[in-house]
């Protein structure tokens, strides 16, 4: 649990003016409980963040919400000064009572409004999605939790990411201010398990700060300020991701960083330090920093995962002629297809592949100085081993072999298995 220095408590419980009022010429912005303005006549530019709600909210609720923007105060000061990417706290008061002419307020430095079109480049923007992961980190590290991670609460001060307003945080060990029936996070890209409104809820808030950064992730790549609610999907137009340059290397690292972030069981979801390891290989790999043979093996796991997202495996195999056809086809360039043949084996590295019917395949390879050698055999399905794809061919049927009589090919004519090897 956070402790509070015993030093800050001196300046907290006594009350001070604020150093100035905010008016509609210097007001920047307002939201959650309080109105922001700039200060003015100081060296520096400093904003001061002043509490105030509807007059027309009923005490209770006036005091709660006062609770919580006096926690605001305390947690910010305090992280401020351990995490990089929390802005300082100069000056601030909060008495223990609500006083409408006097109510609480702190001040800070200025920063800009973070902006999902930034003009950054994946890698720039991936790079700062990592700094914000790092404040999340230091977060998680002290017993606490966000619990409202949404582009809005992002600030941005000498080119880095900080993250603003602590009200909702989560201490362990604190007795919560939140009302029964009130829900937590940003509605737009809740987290499922916010989502029960019950105050005591039997999750890891911290997860759920996991699921809203990768929800920024995506709003940020995507530059959509919508979001999506849900788990991640490679094969959902609405959620997939939108990534418009075109760096001929593997996003699987991103991909399932995703995937893995937005499960709706919380106790599935990884640390937000493992969300920070995959989008660290992936800006390695962006920037062609990672081990070869490790991006080979992504390389090819993305594509099956995208294939399998659009084309649903029945029960792990394709038994149907469309599918195998299909599977064929779009992987070709990564294939080799391995077939034992009367006790000989045959590897094949085919540059074309047709279905002369169902299940009937005639594979093109060039040999040796653009002739071309073709191979035929009826494949009855592939299964989805691991880390090959296992082939179960069969006999023609005598439909099969009259197809096949003019064609000048290798028949493989019998029972028995090969695999595929993506490479």
């Known amino acids: 649990m956070m402790q ?64 919580r923007f006096c926690k605001e105060i305390e947690v910010q000061k305090e992280l401020s000064c351990e995490i990089e990417g929390v802005l300082s706290v100069y000056d601030f008061s909060f008495p223990k009572e609500f006083l409408e002419k006097s109510p609480a307020w702190y001040t800070m430095t200025k920063a800009e409004k973070f902006v999902l ?3 950054l480049s994946l890698i720039g923007k991936l790079k700062k999605m990592l700094e914000l992961g790092k404040i999340l980190s230091e977060i998680h590290k002290k017993g606490m939790a966000y619990r409202d991670l949404k582009p809005e609460n992002l600030l941005v001060f000498n080119g880095r990411i900080y993250l603003a307003d602590y009200g909702l945080v989560w201490i362990s060990g ?44 995506w709003m940020y790549i995507n530059e959509n300020n919508h979001g999506y609610r ?10 997939k991701l939108n990534i418009k340059s075109d760096y001929g290397k593997t996003f ?27 989008l660290r290989h992936q800006i390695l790999i962006l920037m062609g920093e990672f081990p070869a043979e490790q991006e080979k093996e992504y390389f090819i796991k993305e594509k099956v ?8 495996p029945d029960i792990e195999a394709y038994e149907t002629g469309e599918k195998i056809y299909t599977f064929l086809h779009d992987m070709l360039p990564l294939i080799r297809v391995k077939i034992k043949k009367e006790e000989k084996w045959y590897v094949l590295c085919p540059y074309s592949v047709k279905m002369l019917q ?8 060039e040999v040796f100085e653009r002739n071309i050698r073709r ?26 072999r009259d197809s096949i009589e003019k064609l000048n090919a290798e028949v493989f004519d019998q029972e028995g298995e090969g695999e595929i090897i993506l490479e």
Not at 22 to 28: D, L
Not at 183 to 203: D, S, T, W, Y
Not at 252 to 277: A, F, G, N, V
Not at 305 to 312: D, I, L, N, S
Request: proline share 4%.
């Open 4 to 67: 509070i220095r015993k030093e800050s408590w001196k300046n907290m419980q006594e009350y001070k003016e604020a150093p100035c009022k905010v008016n509609n010429r210097t007001k920047v912005g307002e939201g959650g409980n309080g109105i922001v303005g700039l200060v003015p006549n100081f060296d520096r530019e400093t904003v001061i963040k002043i509490f105030k709600v509807n007059k027309k909210i009923i005490k209770e609720e006036c005091d709660r919400r006062y609770r």
């Open 358 to 365: 169902e299940k009937l395949f005639v594979f093109s390879e």
């Open 305 to 312: 995962a995208f294939y399998k997202a659009h084309v649903t």
């Open 117 to 119: 079109q930034d003009g």
């Open 174 to 217: 604190e007795v919560s201010i939140m009302r029964q029936t009130e829900r937590l996070g940003p509605i737009k890209i809740m987290p499922p398990e916010l989502e029960v409104m019950e105050e005591l809820r039997q999750c890891d808030y911290k997860k759920s700060d996991v699921y809203l950064f990768s929800k920024v992730v």
């Open 375 to 400: 191979y035929v055999m009826h494949i009855q399905r592939l299964e989805m081993a691991s880390p090959y794809i296992k082939v179960i061919i069969k006999e023609f049927n005598q439909h099969e």
């Open 252 to 278: 699987e690292r991103l991909h399932q960083m995703m995937e893995r972030s937005t499960k709706y069981d919380w106790s599935k979801r990884p640390s937000i330090d493992e969300c920070m390891e995959l």
């Open 230 to 239: 849900g788990e991640y999907s490679r094969n959902d137009s609405q959620r």
